[in-house]
């Protein structure tokens, strides 16, 4: 049981280029969630998922799309990625009861866009 | 909006109680969380507190809310040096079953041995 991991832990960019991060979690959960972390800035929710085939906005959506095609997977994607994208993104899953239930992290894939 | 509000740096020497506090907005939260984030690591739920309760206890910590002032604050018995985290307070936003979280900045917990 791996819980939620995240592919891949490091990447850097030029400004423009594309790239798809993977999420995978295996505690059979419906809804995953993208979050970017900022200094100072806490997290932000960029899209989520209340179950396979759907997706939601969050906080901070611009410059980024996703998919949930199968359950255990959360992709996000960044087409044509700026400097401002320059993060850590974290991925997180949780249970069906919705805020009752604890959100599990990935250990985050830090993303430099120069 | 909902906002979530926390100071960013607490130092305290290994023994002594943490207080680490949070202020938010949105009094329609049902759930009021902490999360503790090791360096390099992801989050981790260290304990929730559903709005219409005061205190809650769980071993070293204790969650205090007062909800008329909109503050939670979390306090660490007997700090030990692995409690050196990042702490986060979130609340939930929107419908209850998104769970949706808005999180705070996060306070730095620096304990010195």
């Known amino acids: 049981n791996a819980g939620v991991t995240q592919t891949p832990k490091f990447r850097v960019l030029k400004t423009g280029q594309s790239m798809t991060l993977l999420c995978a979690q295996d505690m059979n959960h419906e809804y995953m969630y993208w979050y970017r972390q900022d200094p100072g800035m806490g997290l932000r929710l960029i899209h989520y998922?209340?179950?396979?085939?759907?997706?939601a906005k969050g906080e901070v959506p611009d410059g980024y799309n996703v998919s949930r095609l199968k359950k255990q997977n959360f992709l996000l994607g960044l087409e044509s990625a700026a400097p401002s994208q320059t993060s850590v993104y974290f991925c997180a899953s949780s249970g069906a009861g919705g805020s009752t239930d604890t959100q599990y992290f990935g250990p985050g894939t830090r993303l430099t866009v120069l | 909006g909902e906002d979530v509000e926390q100071s960013l740096f607490l130092s305290v020497r290994e023994g002594d109680s943490s207080v680490i506090n949070c202020t938010y907005t949105?009094?329609?939260?049902?759930?009021l969380y902490w999360y503790k984030q090791e360096p390099g690591a992801g989050l981790q739920l260290l304990t929730y507190?559903?709005?219409?309760?005061d205190m809650k206890q769980d071993q070293r910590l204790t969650v205090l809310l007062n909800k008329k002032d909109k503050h939670l604050s979390l306090r660490i018995a007997d700090t030990q040096t692995g409690d050196s985290a990042i702490y986060f307070c979130a609340e939930s936003m929107g419908p209850s079953n998104t769970g949706k979280l808005i999180f705070g900045q996060g306070t730095t917990l620096q304990v010195k041995p």
């Open positions: 998922s209340v179950g396979e085939g759907t997706t």
């Open positions: 949105d009094s329609s939260s049902t759930y």
């Open positions: 507190i559903f709005s219409n309760m």
